[in-house]
């Protein structure tokens, strides 16, 4: 199997070299691992692409390259630069620092790399380890998505759930808060709400006097509702959430026929 790995944490970051693990396990002794990852961190950006600008791109060691870009920017390089006419198997992206479970989803950079990978018309899947108190302090933060993440991905390989949409399934995998030992099992959810969680701007002034924002998030440690993501996640399971990149609010469309 040839997997192309990327995140939105940066080449650098320590979530990448657990990808890199799980996806050498899943290629085994005679596949390939490719690694096109963001110079530098792109938390936050989505599903953003340098259309306006060009990114470029450096080899730092075999199957191992940094761009000047967003995730999205990345699998793309990776595709038709990098690559080339020898496309992957399957698309990895993570694993985030953080969790990108119910209205985080909407942000990441992760899912970004996901879902151009789906998009591309390949097997795509976002790994996310969930922080808490359960796991902040532990010598291994990402133990449990270092431990089952090979096992969760090979499951959603074999599953293959009929697709008959134009917008290909990507996944979302978030890891729950708690050491490996304690992980409870797999949930296959719906994307999930925080109630009263909002991101938010906060003001400051540099010492010579100019203004700078800064970008909040809410608490983390809110539950969802049953069957969702960040809800499973607190109660101690990795949960699985199946995504399109369409955007289309069907439950609208029947109520505004009338506008025609």
Partial sequence: MRILVTNDDGISAPGLTVLEEIAATLAGP???????APAFEQSGVGHCISYTHPSMITELGPRRFATEGSPADCVLAGLHVVLQ????????SGVNRGNNS?????????LGGAMEGALQGLPAMALSQYYGPGNRAIDDPFAAARVHGAAVVQKLLAAKPENRQDYGLFYNINFPPVADTEVKGIRVTRQGYRQGTRFSAQQQLSPNGRRYVWIQGGDQQVATADETDAKANLDGYISVTPMRADLTAYDALEALKAIE
């Avoid at 005679?30 to 096109?36: L, N, S």
């Avoid at 006419?85 to 990895?92: E, F, K, N």
């Avoid at 119910?102 to 992760?110: D, F, M, Q, V």
């Fill in 85 to 92: 006419d020898r496309r992957p198997d399957l698309v990895l």
């Fill in 102 to 110: 119910a209205e985080n989803a909407l942000y990441s950079g992760t």
């Fill in 30 to 36: 005679d596949g390939e691992v490719w690694t096109v």
